[in-house]
């Protein structure tokens, strides 16, 4: 039985009046990067949110043209003076992270 490794979009859900929340699962690489950036500038053009956070704890693997992507999105919220943070990754999404030196840049510790 082949395995689904295709990146899942979730709904954007508000947090609260300033924060909106979307999950990611699957992988994120080459293949699917730009319907992440869609979704992400369609998440920016009907929110007025402030943060918007990507749950990751379902994400389970990124390669460089994904973190490229994560990198864009985050260039995108700082242009249009909001903040685009990471939620939750699991351990081998994490390590890729650290290993790059993104992790404070996505509000991470």
Not at 39 to 48: K, L
Not at 54 to 80: K, M, N
Request: aromatic residues 2%.
């Amino acid at each position: 039985m082949e395995q689904d490794h295709a990146l899942r979009i979730g709904a954007p859900m508000t947090v609260d009046d300033r924060t909106v929340r979307v999950d990611l699962a699957g992988e994120l690489d080459g293949p699917n990067t730009a319907a992440l950036v869609a979704a992400f500038d369609q998440v920016m053009t009907a929110s007025g949110a402030a943060l918007i956070t990507l749950g990751l704890s379902r994400l389970t693997f990124v390669d460089s043209a994904g973190l490229q992507a994560l990198v864009e999105c985050r260039q995108a919220a700082a242009a249009a003076g909001r903040r685009l943070e990471l939620r939750d990754p699991l351990p081998i999404v994490r390590q890729v992270l650290t290993i790059t030196e993104l992790l404070d840049d996505f509000g991470l510790e």
